[in-house]
């Protein structure tokens, strides 16, 4: 028996191969499949099941693709109502993998169909749970993202994944291995650790979700502090529930090469978003004008899918050398399959052509000391909630990234003001996002918070972020 946690940082989501005696099965798989099958290929095994341990809305599976490639049957648990062929199995079913047994346990709460996989080793020995966004490690999955779905109330779907946990989980033995299907940095929940793997029992000592006194503390624990899911969720839903285009045509289509005139005039006829995933180091020093700066070497999908919402968006590229594929793949696993294409050259092909382009202001932190004036000028903090209240420039404004959709109508663009997050990515995000809706009265601080904390520019005192945290 082998089990690989296949893991994707920019998503901090983990899929798994597991192979048994020349049969295979695969549980969460991300949308390209090609990894997959390269394993399948080298193991010389046959994918016989595609385990999905629910609807995921922060990323499209591949389960369709993966299916109809290889002939696998895709498996979800009780009560999923997909609407293409597929395995809906009862709580307790047994599904045979060569010389293991992979048992269904639904365990609803963060979603009605929610299951966790239950692996039974070639001695019929429980080995593993595969435990989805029911069991994270440190954190439970939060259970708001089904109420339009369930009719039900956060609380209401809290009360059953405490029910689950209780009843299907934890009776299991302490040395089960957990393997979940998000770790640090996912929006589908609160307090992660950063491991990716870990034992049930240690998990039932160190879980603050699994160590509450009653029911009515957990369900308060864990829909405390929930910040709202990003509004592409719900698209992702729809698109894993209800199918979507072959992934090889998306990447075909995407990686269309457009000269500048062809990237020009796309860009006129279709009102396109233009997107460019350059670092933000060069971004700055010179883009096409109306560019969204989300650069690759980041959280790059989860920024696009947070900020641009609408997964039907037509979208043309802008990247580095070679980097186009990786775009285009890194879009379609949160459903942004409507890429144009690219423009073949980059940006050095538009600076080449003559075209206008426009550039962002930024400065590093020791002239933002030289020039910063705390009793008059204004500081724009983009980091998230925790991290401002644990450290910042004093009187400046917190103004999450994520919201930057809502925030922005109150800036006032007279007024000049200094932008920064904690290390310059998504400062520079949001810079672009400032510019390309004409507000441009504003100085972006390289380097960000790090940068900032070794100036003498007024701070607060620190607040270990641990302090912060409501659970």
């Known amino acids: 028996m082998k089990i690989e946690q296949i893991y994707t940082g920019c998503l901090a989501q983990g899929a798994y191969y597991i192979v048994s005696n020349g049969e295979a099965a695969i549980v969460d798989p991300l949308r390209e499949t090609k990894p997959y099958l390269d394993r399948l290929a080298k193991d010389n095994v046959q994918l016989k099941y595609i385990f999905e341990t629910h609807f995921h809305a922060d990323f499209v599976s591949g389960h369709i693709d993966l299916s109809q490639k290889t002939g696998a049957q895709i498996v979800y648990g009780p009560t999923a109502n997909a609407s293409f062929q597929c395995i809906t199995a009862s709580d307790g079913e047994l599904f045979k993998v060569g010389?293991?047994?992979?048992?269904?346990?639904?365990?609803?709460?963060?979603?009605?169909?929610?299951?966790?996989?239950?692996?039974?080793?070639?001695?019929?020995?429980?080995?593993?749970?595969?435990?989805?966004?029911?069991?994270?490690?440190?954190?439970?999955?939060?259970?708001?993202?089904?109420?339009?779905?369930?009719?039900?109330?956060?609380?209401?779907l809290a009360g059953l994944l405490y029910d689950s946990l209780m009843n299907k989980i934890l009776p299991l033995s302490d040395d089960l291995i957990v393997y979940p299907a998000h770790g640090a940095g996912s929006a589908c929940g609160k307090n992660m650790m950063k491991e990716t793997v870990d034992t049930l029992g240690n998990q039932k000592k160190l879980n603050y979700a699994l160590n509450q006194p009653s029911k009515s503390h957990f369900i308060k624990a864990v829909t405390d502090g929930l910040l709202p899911p990003p509004g592409y969720f719900g698209m992702n839903v729809a698109m894993n529930k209800q199918g979507y285009a072959p992934f090889d045509k998306v990447l075909t289509e995407g990686t269309k090469p457009l000269s500048v005139e062809a990237f020009e005039a796309a860009a006129e006829e279709t009102g396109a978003l233009i997107l460019d995933t350059r670092d933000p180091d060069l971004f700055f020093r010179g883009y096409i004008p109306q560019s969204v700066n989300i650069g690759l070497n980041g959280d790059f999908a989860p920024w696009v899918g947070a900020l641009m919402v609408d997964v039907n968006q037509p979208i043309l590229l802008v990247c580095s050398e070679g980097k186009q594929e990786e775009s285009v793949t890194r879009l379609s696993r949160i459903g942004f399959d409507h890429v144009i294409g690219f423009l073949s050259g980059g940006y050095e092909a538009w600076l080449k052509a003559g075209k206008p382009v426009d550039t962002i202001e930024r400065i590093n932190a020791l002239l933002f000391e030289e020039n910063y004036d705390p009793q008059t000028d204004q500081v724009i903090d983009v980091r998230r909630e925790s991290e401002f209240s644990a450290e910042h420039v004093e009187n400046a404004y917190n103004k999450p990234l994520s919201y930057i959709n809502d925030w922005i109508k109150d800036i006032d663009p007279k007024q000049h003001f200094f932008l920064h997050c904690a290390g310059g990515y998504r400062s520079m995000i949001a810079a672009s996002i400032l510019q390309a809706r004409g507000y441009r009265n504003f100085t972006e601080i390289g380097g960000g918070y790090k940068a900032i904390a070794e100036t003498s520019v007024p701070k607060t005192d620190f607040v270990c972020p641990s302090k912060l945290m409501k659970i």
């Open 99 to 156: 010389d293991i047994n992979i048992k269904v346990l639904h365990t609803p709460g963060h979603t009605m169909e929610s299951s966790t996989f239950l692996l039974l080793d070639e001695n019929q020995k429980e080995h593993c749970i595969f435990s989805g966004d029911t069991l994270f490690l440190g954190d439970v999955g939060r259970p708001d993202l089904a109420q339009k779905a369930a009719n039900m109330t956060q609380e209401e």
